[in-house]
């Protein structure tokens, strides 16, 4: 006979389709209490309790064996109901109680939900939800029953919720700015009709053809012409200068910034990065424009199905595939004269039309060149086209004009004409702006060069923009075109000036560079040694993040410029914006400024350099998980500052080396150089650094030492975190004090220091840490066995490592999960999220977090009784923990390799490896891990001897508030 039980509504009993009535009301609190806690033991005290709240009855626990023998009989199965010392159970099939039915139906609902997989999830849960045929236990006569089933009646609730969120439109991960950065449309576009119809098409096309035909001018008016499209992305590719093209990772991050996601959403893996690309463009119909493409290789990873891309580049780029090409050509004879005759007026261009002619022809029909000519004939009471023309017959033509048929001659030609017509104030403003390292610049940075106001900087720009020697892009930023920016460089050349010019804009760009990191990174305070040129200051730190990110192509350009040069000024700018690009994670400039700082420093043998752009050099190998590479070089900066006597810079590169060592794997060393660090940050009176080393040192202590040796650590640098009034630090602190409370046994404290980091970060908005709290309080909460909550706080923290892209903490909290499957016997689930964070692991060169996945997968399949595979990756995890020194992780391998001996009945491997983990435990420090350890070492000892270690593990797990066997 089958039996299905129901308690969400009115108790049910269903034996092949027909129901079982219970007709006693104490049977059915007796019934529903058991059902309540399925195959567990409910002891007899809390059955008196739930029968008779108030006054139980004399002989009650008898009444309650009573109770038991006739509720057998009514359900028709005597070993249905089993006893054991001290109470009662109910032994059910998979399958058998529709409460547990509804929470696989939750659980998987949330799930689906994480994963995105919003229909599936909203299945599951009007699944789980359809379930419920009324109020829990609607016919159960016992208040106190009821109030102690108050979780599964709010799981109800919370399932409804999310339903409901499903329902609601939601967020997205990131708020949608809709993009508008296409170049201004040129006035006076002419012809093109035919080019404009074949763009119409919407698939992918390429525009080639040389510089100064009118590919860019092209693309932007077909952009103007759409109205169906939910933005205009435009990438300047850099495919011909100035600095190093761009490359597409670069490229797709430009774009995710472009359209609102936030820096630390936008993963660093590059699979990842374009997997989120593809993601956020794909749901919308967007126009995306690549200008100055140099390469097939630099726009493949780009282009995808879904938005219509426009491409552009002066080479055809056969080795592109699935692209529709569009070789863009001079203007037509009757389209330059259409062009001349909207900027110059068509009496004019009819009474000289043989001399507008022979000028068209000289600048080979380029709208740029064409342009330029024009707004300088403009500008005369009365223009003498003939006239003009012989000027441009007898320029020098900069080495070109010369040679028949070369249009990039005419075209450089118009240059050096507009050029000379210029007044002596504009020609030398047109040579200032030589020197400036991009393409697009600021009106400050103009001020600055021109040494006047910023008001009078732009007046001066905007002749130059009247000659269409310049774009205005916005308010305060000007746009060269690429050939102009060349030529204006090769006149700046000619200036003796220039490089009074150069090391003036240089110096602004270091000021304004300190200053706006100084205001988003108020612990850098970096200061300049020099006042060469005052700086632009910062009201608040959005002002300041905004320059930033608006002068990161610039900055960079400057580091290599004065690089080049020999400037000392290369390393210092390195290393001031060395913050601003770490926090935004823009890896190839990090890479370009600190190899062009590393390079004049060694050049001019300033050796204090030296050693602060190796330092920021191993920073951005030891972020991309190349420990060798970063332990070399943090070793090389510590030698250097040895050399120099700078304790200070001594203290903050071991600190740094001891992280890069711990991150490794070689905790023995990460110990020494960190003891070294702290006891350098002491002397030289660094309060921040103390406490940074602080919690590094606590944190090696944590794995490889002991419990309270770590405790003491992280307390110290608590009490200094708050000194400094850094609530970062505060928030690290706190979760690590959590961790090691829970370690030592201590439940109720690693859940308040767990609770007070949440909140910190909840009200600080430190989204950079949120993760890690969430880590930590799930661990606790498991431990005590509200799993509910636990596994929430970890699927929360698994979506923010996955949206900032942490792949260290995405693996831990994978593991996590992994563990919270097998405390609810689903090890198909457990071995799905521990095989995952060990490929992450993996890839991250994460080997502290491959050990713990390691650890996890061995305790999945000794649940799956699968003993030989569980022996190897305890094997597996134990070398590893030997030789990285992980002590902490090591005591629980070698209880899961005790047990997996034992099931083998390898009896001596079994208590060897019992007796090494109660060892281990009990001089780490580890509460929890040593009362656990001392069970499994007691079961397998026997007699006296087990005996007395069973009494000890038990005694443990009372003092610290667990049940006995309790446990992950």
């Excluded at 108030?54 to 070993?79: F, I, M, N, S, W």
């Excluded at 070089?633 to 992280?659: F, I, K, M, P």
């Excluded at 009784?865 to 569980?870: F, K, Q, S, V």
């Amino acid at each position: 006979m089958s039996l299905r039980f129901g308690v969400l509504g009115p108790l049910r009993v269903v034996a092949d389709k027909a129901e079982i009535p219970v007709r006693s009301g104490k049977q059915r609190v007796l019934l529903a209490a058991l059902l309540l806690r399925a195959n567990r033991v409910v002891p007899t005290e809390e059955l008196i309790r739930f029968l008779w709240p108030e006054d139980p009855p004399a002989g009650a626990t008898q009444t309650v064996h009573t109770y038991v023998t006739r509720l057998r009989k009514v359900l028709g199965d005597r070993d249905l109901i089993g006893a054991v010392p001290d109470g009662f159970l109910i032994r059910l099939p998979a399958g058998a109680l529709d409460v547990e039915d509804f929470e696989r139906f939750a659980r998987q609902g949330l799930r689906e939900a994480a994963r995105g997989n919003r229909d599936a999830a909203e299945t599951a849960y009007t699944a789980a939800l359809d379930l419920w045929r009324g109020d829990l236990l609607a016919d159960v006569p016992s208040k106190t029953l009821l109030s102690s089933a108050k979780p599964v009646a709010d799981s109800r609730v919370r399932v409804l919720d999310r339903l409901k969120e499903l329902h609601e439109p939601r967020e997205p991960a990131f708020v949608y700015h809709r993009p508008r950065q296409l170049p201004p449309d040129q006035p006076g576009f002419v012809g093109r009709a035919g080019l404009l119809d074949q763009l119409s098409r919407g698939d992918t096309v390429l525009l080639s053809g040389p510089p100064g035909v009118g590919k860019t001018a092209l693309a932007v008016r077909h952009g103007q012409s759409l109205s169906s499209v939910d933005g205009e992305l435009y990438v300047n590719m850099r495919g011909f200068g100035p600095g190093e093209p761009l490359t597409p990772d670069d490229a797709i991050a430009h774009v995710l910034r472009s359209i609102g996601l936030p820096p630390e959403q936008i993963p660093t893996e590059p699979d990842d990065l374009a997997a989120r690309y593809r993601e956020l463009l794909g749901k919308r119909v967007l126009l995306v424009v690549l200008d100055n493409i140099a390469s097939a290789e630099q726009v493949r990873p780009l282009l995808f199905d879904g938005p219509r891309f426009v491409l552009i580049s002066r080479n055809t780029l056969p080795e592109l595939e699935g692209v529709r090409r569009i070789e863009v050509p001079q203007l037509s004879a009757p389209e330059s004269f259409a062009l001349f005759t909207h900027m110059l007026g068509a009496d004019l261009v009819t009474a000289q039309a043989s001399a507008v002619g022979e000028l068209a022809e000289l600048c080979g029909h380029f709208p740029l060149a064409l342009r330029i000519a024009a707004a300088q004939m403009f500008r005369w009471d009365e223009p003498d086209v003939a006239w003009f023309v012989r000027q441009l017959r007898e320029e020098d033509r900069l080495g070109g004009l010369e040679i028949v048929n070369d249009s990039q001659a005419a075209v450089r030609t118009a240059f050096a004409s507009s050029y000379r017509a210029l007044s002596a104030e504009g020609a030398r403003l047109f040579r200032m702006l030589g020197v400036l390292p991009g393409t697009d610049f600021s009106v400050d940075a103009v001020a600055t060069l021109i040494d006047d106001s910023a008001s009078a900087a732009r007046a001066s720009l905007e002749t130059l923009v009247q000659a269409s020697l310049l774009q205005r892009w916005a308010d305060d930023r000007y746009h060269f075109h690429d050939l102009l920016r060349v030529y204006a460089a090769e006149r700046a050349e000619s200036d003796d000036d220039s490089a009074r010019w150069r090391e003036r804009l240089h110096a602004w760009y270091l000021s304004s560079t300190l200053a706006a990191v100084n205001t988003v990174f108020p612990e850098a305070q970096e200061t300049r040694k020099d006042s060469v040129a005052a700086g632009l200051t910062f009201a608040d730190d959005r002002l300041a993040s905004a320059w930033l990110a608006a002068e990161t192509a610039n900055i960079v350009a400057v580091v290599e410029t004065a690089a080049e040069q020999g400037d000392e000024i290369a390393w210092r700018l390195a290393k001031a914006v060395a913050p601003f690009l770490r926090s935004h994670r823009l890896v190839s400039e990090r890479h370009a400024t600190c190899e062009a700082g590393l390079l004049v420093a060694q050049r001019t043998g300033n050796r204090e350099a030296e050693a602060a752009m190796l330092h920021s050099l191993a920073g951005l190998n030891w972020s991309l998980a190349d420990y060798t590479s970063a332990i070399d070089e943090y070793g090389r900066a510590l030698a250097v500052h040895q050399e120099l006597g700078n304790l200070r810079g001594q203290a903050s590169t071991l600190g740094n080396l001891g992280g890069a060592y711990y991150d490794a794997g070689r905790l023995h060393l990460a110990f020494d150089v960190l003891t070294r660090a702290l006891a350098a940050h002491r002397e030289v009176g660094s309060a921040y650094g103390e406490a940074a080393t602080l919690i590094n040192l606590g944190s090696v202590c944590a794995d490889s030492r002991s419990v309270p040796e770590a405790l003491a650590h992280f307390e110290r640098s608590f009490e200094l975190w708050r000194q400094v009034g850094s609530h970062v630090g505060e928030v690290v602190c706190l979760s690590s004090l959590s961790q090691m409370s829970l370690a030592a046994g201590d439940l109720a404290l690693a859940l308040d220091f767990a609770d007070r980091g949440v909140q910190l970060c909840e009200q600080t908005g430190n989204v950079g840490s949120q993760a890690r709290t969430l880590l930590v309080r799930s661990e606790a909460l498991l431990t005590l066995g509200r799993l509910d909550g636990a596994e929430d706080d970890s699927r929360t923290a698994l979506l923010i490592c996955r949206e900032t892209s942490d792949r260290k903490q995405e693996a831990e909290a994978l593991t996590l999960l992994a563990e919270h499957a097998l405390a609810r016997v689903e090890p198909e689930d457990a071995r799905e999220f521990a095989t995952g964070a060990l490929a992450i692991a993996t890839g991250a060169g994460y080997l502290l977090g491959r050990c713990d996945a390691l650890a996890a997968l061995s305790q999945v399949d000794l649940a799956d009784g699968d003993l030989a595979a569980a022996l190897e990756h305890a094997r597996t995890a134990h070398e590893l923990a030997e030789r990285t020194g992980y002590r902490r992780e090591l005591g629980r391998v070698l209880v899961t390799m005790a047990k997996a001996h034992r099931a083998l009945g390898e009896h001596g491997a079994a208590l060897h490896r019992a007796r090494e983990a109660v060892e281990l435990n009990r001089s780490f420090g580890q509460r929890l891990e040593l009362a656990r350890s001392l069970l499994v070492l007691g079961g397998l000892r026997g007699g006296a001897d087990g005996a007395r270690d069973l009494a000890e593990g038990h005694a443990l797990l009372s003092d610290i508030g667990l049940p006995a066997g309790s446990g992950r």
